[in-house]
């Protein structure tokens, strides 16, 4: 088998297990709820609710160390069956014991094997056609839709597929950096390389562990995947907001044809990246904010005011979204914060009146609290998180040049750049850094080195290379300037025992391996 089938095979089987876990199951839960909803407005609420349930089931079973392959498809699965027998009313005791009677009566030799097994066979048939004339309802219900997704889907992989069949790397520098934090969910480390948004990681996790491909192979082909759910959340979008049944398909085709033109401004889509990742629920987001305000207003008029009323339904799906997009980056809900904000602009006549307002406060609070549970659960200081961050905003919007920190790092270092320095060092003692470092080195190579310009960032991590690149810096090609992060507090302490020998490190007995 060549490498160009085999890459087809697995993204094949990662888009089939991505669709069947987020929309698949949900629609066996949830089709009798949603069922007269127009099939587009369908999927984006099968959409939301299992690739929700997924990114939490994940970080549930790592919280309590128990996210296995197992794990995972045992509570992926057992809820599904136990919701359908509920829903759909199925007798699963009377048929238990229908199965131990003609079991008993094969036994005593009143039931003959083949009879047994034409039961079997006809109670198969019986789902086969029900699940067969599910089938049939929906092409019926989109049968004219399917030329226009047939020429969708191949103008994606028109464009796109070369991607996949010629494409052997991962499409962007810091995805090994991802390919870590995904390694260290298979070691049941949540945060193991420190607080980040874990959404993509963990519905990555998920697909490789459950349909046991390699996290490297996932990473390098789910971008498409990826790519292809963003054009089609655009499509379903459009569809939701649309009176004209075809006009969308339109703005899809319209967008992924000009990948071909303006091929720099979609480089980032072919490599899996979380902003990326997040922005398959930006959509949805403001579908169901819109259609609160919609369903809201015809409440109203009809003096309806219950909690649980349609309304609130769009509402959840809208914290649902919100979060998130907080858990997979915060770009994407600075986006969607923007657009609603103009949303309310829009809206701003009625969102002032009684039960508007407090309602969308309570849903954007809770789609926050959603994202920010998991960091609180792993015993995160949110409070101090979010406390520091605001400190350090305030300090560098309100000092004075000659005061603010930020201003003269900024202003060093293009001192130095004008010197001739290409290379910067961030150095410290501090060996809980390390994955500073490599955030540091994400940062700034990826924002800075552009046309042909930039400061080259690497990090020395003392004292283990004082030896080795603490020699270069002392006596070696004058290109580095050295930034040194000085730890003013420590957090844990290691106290040098006294021993028998005398030597000459006797001076250090009975002092902090910090102070050292």
């Known amino acids: 088998m060549s490498m160009e089938t085999l890459n087809v095979i697995q993204f094949i089987e990662l888009l089939i297990g991505f669709l069947g876990f987020t929309v698949g199951l949900p629609a066996l839960v949830f089709y009798k709820k949603v069922k007269h909803f127009q099939a587009s407005v369908r999927f984006l609420i099968y959409f939301v609710i299992g690739n929700f349930y997924i990114i939490n089931l994940v970080q549930v079973l790592e919280l309590v160390y128990a996210s296995y392959r197992i794990t995972l498809i045992l509570f992926t699965i057992l809820p599904v069956i136990i919701a359908v027998i509920k829903i759909y009313k199925i007798p699963v005791w009377s048929y238990i014991k229908k199965i131990g009677s003609e079991l008993y009566h094969y036994i ?33 219900e989109l049968w004219l839709d399917l030329p226009f997704l047939c020429i969708l889907i191949y103008l ?30 298979v070691e049941n480390k949540l945060y193991i390389a420190g607080i980040y948004p874990m959404g ?38 459009l569809k939701g907001c649309c009176k004209t049944k075809f006009l969308p398909y339109l703005g899809a085709i319209g967008f992924v044809g000009l990948k071909y033109f303006m091929e720099i401004s979609y480089s980032r889509f072919e490599a899996t990246l979380p902003q990326e990742f997040g922005m398959l629920y930006i959509l949805p987001a403001i579908y169901f904010l819109l259609e609160y305000f919609k369903t809201r207003k015809a409440e109203l008029e009809n003096g309806e005011n219950k909690i649980r009323c349609c309304s609130s339904w769009n509402l959840l799906g809208f914290s649902m979204s919100f979060s998130l997009t907080l858990s997979s980056h915060f770009y994407d809900s600075i986006i969607v914060g923007i657009i609603c904000v103009g949303i309310a602009i829009g809206y701003s006549a009625w969102i002032w009146r009684r039960g508007y307002l407090f309602r969308i406060i309570v849903s954007g609070v809770i789609g926050v609290l959603m994202a920010l549970l998991p960091m609180a659960v792993a015993g995160i200081d949110i409070r101090a998180l979010v406390q520091g961050a605001k400190d350090m905003q305030k300090r560098v919007h309100e000092e004075s ?89 420590q957090n844990s302490s290691l106290i040098v025992a006294p021993d028998e020998k005398e030597d000459y490190f006797n001076y250090l007995d009975g002092k902090d391996f910090w102070e050292i």
Request: proline fraction near 3%; charged fraction near 20%.
């Open 108 to 140: 005593l030799r009143e039931l003959g094997f083949r009879s047994f097994l034409r039961h079997r066979l006809k109670e198969v048939c019986k789902a086969f056609k029900f699940l067969l004339r599910q089938a049939v309802r929906l092409l019926k």
């Open 156 to 185: 994606i992989w028109k464009i796109c597929g070369d991607g996949i069949l010629n494409n052997w790397g991962y499409g962007a520098s810091d995805v090994p950096v991802h390919n870590y934090w995904i390694n260290g969910l």
């Open 200 to 237: 993509m990681h963990c519905m990555l996790y998920y697909l490789a562990t459950v349909l046991n491909i390699p996290v490297y192979v996932t990473l390098r082909l789910f971008w498409l995947v990826q790519y292809s759910m963003i054009v089609f959340m655009l499509l379903l979008f």
């Open 401 to 489: 040049a000659e005061n603010n920190i930020a201003y003269q790092y900024a202003c060093l270092r293009n001192l130095y750049y004008q010197e001739g320095y290409r290379v910067e060092m961030l150095s410290s003692f501090e060996p809980q850094f390390r994955f500073f470092y490599k955030w540091w080195i994400q940062l700034f190579a990826e924002s800075e080195g552009k046309e042909n310009k930039g400061i080259f960032p690497v990090a020395g991590e003392f004292s283990e290379e004082l030896h080795s690149v603490g020699q270069f810096i002392q006596d070696g090609s004058p290109i580095i300037f050295e930034t040194f992060l000085d730890v003013t507090k």
